[in-house]
DNA sequence: GTAGGGTTAG
């Protein structure tokens, strides 16, 4: 038997392999404030610490620092409250739309329809205008601004304040922000102007759609579907977009009785045609992935033929689909020359292209081919992302080699890629795996300090590596922590812990949903 | 919950 290399025999060092990447170097945090402690100070709630932190420190420039470092918009929120309160300070309104650019941009929009309700309690007297110039000058982006718009409007007419919010339902016109009927209605309720309610659009409706396709649970496409009719119905008529966003939700429903037809997805692609409106190439996308994912590689290069004789470009995105389809079914010569092939078409492999194809040798261990593949891409200019980071951390932790791995991980960050969940779950996972529950447990406290709080994912990994070694009052405090940190618990935790989660009351029901029978 | 397709985690 051939044993399997060692990746990291290539000597992996992405910023080796990139010195490109290298001069993009950017500093983690202030040198003179240690940001990483200060969040985790908040995360945690030691605000007596923090407070003794801060003793030389304006309270100010802790926010400024928290609204540049790119922190957990929702930390950012809670120290902004704080010390509110507890040096009886009013930030300023261009930080307090900063703030409100970051809770958009990482849709967190309950959190900012209580910030705005907060804003507005003690009779505001900062006029329309100045909150308006404070949003465009506060965030670049066009589509925070809107939406900040639209909570700020229902929370003028949520505080009886209905003149004001009219003033700026004006005032976003002048801005060109686009508000929705989330907060246009409940204004022209408030203004009794009922008979010019706007009905839902069909942004609205493919919003809502999309919504349901996304969502995990049996009959989500039922509910997608009986959406369509209630816009038909409306007399709102779907257009491309709708029928894409229904398409690639049947293609990727895992709950249908015949999991290997594409039915659905076909019926609907039908009533496309019959509404009058052509299938473009995102629809094509969507229906090869479909066929990709239930393992009908035959139907999808067919597919593939038919769209090219049909006279219709395909993308990089369809290529990369066939390409990761490739890769997965161990047919990696075929992924490789795809690639080649398409710079002929006027196509260039993007860094997802080159993501599928080093997570397929990665599989493979083909660490030759990887080596030239990375070399490629330095070549090409096509720069490594966070996922390809994840990808070798990945493929590390798999061969056992969880340390160099994190060693992965500090330099993605050097180099000014932020790590994701995925990036930390995997690498603790390694670290268990490895039996290595210390480390596992080092990286939590450490994605925590960064400001990312551990989700769901993160707490199975460490309680099944923490049961697999027996430490189960470890496991359960961590389950514990879990649940008082309002996280909700899948499938995944239950057949975990099984014992625990029943002792705590947790069944799931048919569709595999947890719900607790003792209420809490 | 702010309109659509591809790559990474339990």
Redesign the pocket.
Known sequence: MIPRPNLFLVKFSLVNIFPGNKHSLRPFSSDNTPLPIVTELISNQHWGRLKTHLQNENPITLLQQLLDSRSDPCLTLRYYKWSEKEFNISHSLEHSCMLLHSL?NS?E??R??SFLHYFLKNDNPISVSSIFHAISISGDSF?AG??IA??LI?AYVNHMKSDLGFEAFKRAGDYGF??????CNPLLSALDMKAWAIMPD???????I??????GQIGKMYKADAILKEMIVNEVRP???????LI?GF??DENLSAAMKLDDAFCMLDEMVGSGLK????????LI?GY??KGKMKEATDLFDDVVRQGIA????????LI?AY??DGRMEDALALRESIVDRGIF????????LI?GLCREGNIAVLRKLINEMQNKGVKV???????MV?AL??DGESRKAARLLDEMIKIGLRP???????LM?GCCREENLRAALNVKTRMEKEGMRA???????LI?GLSKKGKLEEANGLLNEMLEKGLV?????YE?VKEEMVDKGFVPDIEGHLYNISGS
Do not use: Q, W
Not at 202 to 208: E, G
């Open positions: 958009a849709k929009y309950s900012m329809r589509f809107s939406i639209d909570v229902l686009k508000l929705s009927v989330i907060s069909v942004i609205a409706y493919n919003t809502l999309g919504g349901y396709c996304k969502k257009n491309e977009i709708t029928f894409n966003i690639d293609c990727k299938p473009n190439v995102v629809t094509y996308n969507a992935n990709c994912k395909p993308t990089v995105i369809t290529y990369n689909t990761d890769c997965k492999p993007n860094v997802s292209t080159y993501n599928c997570a992302d966070f996922v390809t980071y994840n990808i990945g932790c798999k994701n969940h995925v990036t930390y779950n995997t996972d989700n769901v994912v993160t707490y199975n990994v099944k618990p899948n499938r995944t935790t975990i």
